[in-house]
């Protein structure tokens, strides 16, 4: 997978979403697999490339994951494809259970 490095990664119903808030804000990959959400073990390479004048990484994924018991929300989104627009889906914690899940919007990037 390759990603823009200034953002934290989250897989949710086997998609990637881009975040900027995630608990530890240290460009991490995050899953929120069975309403809970779960730290993933990533390495990143750096790489060079013609489309992005800062770089960007590849990230390999393991498959070892954490627990993460954090209370608060995260707000993921993502372009959607074939159109130039974004979901944006907000995400309420509680002890990292998912209590509350809100579609926010969908449409320009804000």
Do not use: A, W
Not at 20 to 38: M, R
Not at 48 to 62: A, Q
């Amino acid at each position: 997978m390759y990603i823009h490095p200034n953002f934290d990664y989250v897989t949710y119903n086997n998609q990637i979403y881009k975040s900027n808030n995630t608990p530890n804000q240290d460009l991490s990959c995050y899953e929120i697999t069975d309403n809970k959400l779960y730290l993933k073990q990533c390495n990143r390479e750096l790489q060079e490339t013609i489309n992005d004048p800062f770089g960007g990484y590849t990230v390999i994924e393991s498959n070892t994951k954490t627990f993460i018991d954090y209370t608060g929300d995260i707000e993921i989104y993502k372009k959607q494809e074939l159109i130039d627009e974004y979901m944006y889906v907000n995400f309420s914690f509680i002890n990292g259970i998912v209590q509350k899940i809100n579609f926010i919007y969908s449409g320009k990037k804000r």
